[in-house]
T-cell receptor
Framework: LAKTTQPISMDSYEGQEVNITCSHN???????ITWYQQFPSQGPRFIIQ???TKVTNEVASLFIPADRKSSTLSLPRVSLSDTAVYYC????????????FGAGTILRVKS | DTEVTQTPKHLVMGMTNKKSLKCEQH?????MYWYKQKAKKPPELMFV???????INESVPSRFSPECPNSSLLNLHLHALQPEDSALYLC???????????????FGPGTRLLVL
């Protein structure tokens, strides 16, 4: 069963790089890994998606090792406005391969 | 326009009331979703519409009734709700059929519902 495990919460300071790791030991061969961000009282927002190695966009980078059993979302130089919940998602066969949100990681950025 | 809009932003209703939540997108997306999110919990999928047809119903109680009048609109009709149904209701859309897990979903800001 494709289950994801993330830290419940992380604290950081402004200007630091933040790395959030997600484990997905049973990821299927064709599955992508997707990350969403959610601010309080708002809907989730797509951040980044990847299949292997490294993906980078204007917001974040996603590092995926060769075995694909984990992935790391990297946020460069965070600011207070990056305080949010970050969700790592992989398809779950028991849910018909729909995207199912796990508990997510609460990131708190302090000044 | 990459926005999903939802109305109303807030809604308070009694257990005997009938109300509706509305969602709209003008991105030409063919899949639309309803999610329910309780405080400090992740969003939970309720319904998926694909090409204006209901394709997924996650065993949601019949007091929630979705409707997709056209490809841009999605409604959620509420009747005889319970206090435990109080939550943030999120609408989302995606470009494809809604059945491919790699599709990026675009979420609206949600309707915060309180059932008294």
């Amino acid at each position: 069963l494709a289950k994801t495990t993330q830290p419940i919460s992380m604290d950081s300071y402004e200007g630091q790089e933040v790395n959030i790791t997600c484990s997905h030991n049973n990821i299927a061969t064709n599955d992508y890994i997707t990350w969403y961000q959610q601010f309080p009282s708002q809907g989730p927002r797509f951040i980044i998606q990847g299949y292997k190695t490294k993906v980078t966009n204007e917001v974040a980078s996603l590092f995926i090792p060769a075995d694909r059993k984990s992935s790391t979302l990297s946020l460069p130089r965070v600011s207070l406005s990056d305080t949010a919940v970050y969700y790592c998602l992989v398809p779950k066969p028991e849910y018909g391969n729909k995207l199912v949100f796990g508990a997510g990681t609460i990131l708190r950025v302090k000044s | 326009d990459t926005e999903v809009t939802q109305t109303p932003k807030h809604l308070v209703m009694g257990m005997t009331n009938k109300k509706s939540l509305k969602c709209e997108q003008h991105m030409g997306h063919r899949a639309m979703y309803w999610y329910k999110q309780k405080a400090k919990k992740p969003p939970e999928l309720m319904f998926v519409y694909s090409y204006e047809k209901l394709s997924i119903n996650e065993s949601v109680p019949s007091r929630f009734s979705p409707e997709c009048p056209n490809s841009s609109l999605l409604n959620l009709h509420l009747h005889a709700l319970q206090p435990e149904d109080s939550a943030l209701y999120l609408c989302a859309s995606s470009q494809g059929s809604g059945l491919a897990v790699q599709e990026t979903q675009y979420f609206g800001p949600g309707t915060r519902l309180l059932v008294l």
